[in-house]
């Protein structure tokens, strides 16, 4: 397995300045001069050009995912409350299967370390068992919402139907047949 590079092995707050750095646009250069004046002086253009550039690969394939769920769930007029967790697990078996793929490929050693570990394959199930129980919560928390919008539309419907049939008058069996036909609405 490749050694960590110099930049993987520098403490979090620094590697975060790195990314800082490069979101407000500064270089290369800049970067490895801010390193250079913070003591870091282990660290060559090359080994932070390569970082950048592996960083750089990963936002785009999130950026890609994001938007690749995004037009699935945008098109999908009539999507399902729990479409984006379906649609999360859906990646999350590309991306297992991707990953077995790669593991009959015989230039993918990186690849084959990581599967080498009994507790890949262990953290792989724990995602999709996260993902599962996340989607069965995302249902019961739409469902609830979904039960007390549904309470305050019938409270304001029986407010305003008990104050309008005062002001005209209307009967009280009158009044509970609005309610409960018309509304359902329930004494």
Same mark, same amino acid.
Do not use: C
């Given at each position: ?20 750095r ?9 970067i490895l001069?801010?390193?250079? $004046? ?6 060559s ?30 098109? $999908? ?11 999360n ?17 015989? $230039? ?29 919560? $995302?249902?019961?928390?739409?469902r ?16 305003n139907?008990q ?25």
């Amino acid at each position: 397995m490749a050694r960590p590079s110099h930049i993987s092995r520098l403490p979090p707050e620094v590697r975060e300045g790195i990314g800082q750095r490069r979101e407000n646009g500064q270089t290369l250069d800049e970067i490895l001069e801010w390193l250079l $004046d913070q003591g870091f002086v282990q660290v060559s253009r090359s080994s932070l050009g390569r970082h950048v550039q592996n960083e750089d690969r990963l936002f785009e394939r999130l950026r890609r995912s994001r938007v690749m769920a995004d037009a699935v769930i945008r098109n $999908d007029v009539d999507a399902q409350p729990d479409k984006l967790a379906r649609l999360n697990h859906n990646l999350m078996h590309t991306a297992i299967f991707d990953l077995f793929t790669a593991l009959e490929s015989d $230039d993918n050693e990186a690849i084959k370390e990581l599967f080498k570990n009994p507790k890949t394959l262990e953290q792989i199930s724990r995602a999709l068992a996260s993902l599962s129980s996340s989607a069965k919560t $995302d249902a019961e928390y739409r469902r609830q919402v979904r039960e007390e919008v549904e309470r305050e539309v019938q409270a304001q419907a029986k407010k305003n139907i008990q104050a309008n049939a005062r002001k005209t008058g209307l009967s009280t069996e009158t009044v509970e047949a609005l309610m409960s036909g018309a509304f359902g609405v329930k004494k």
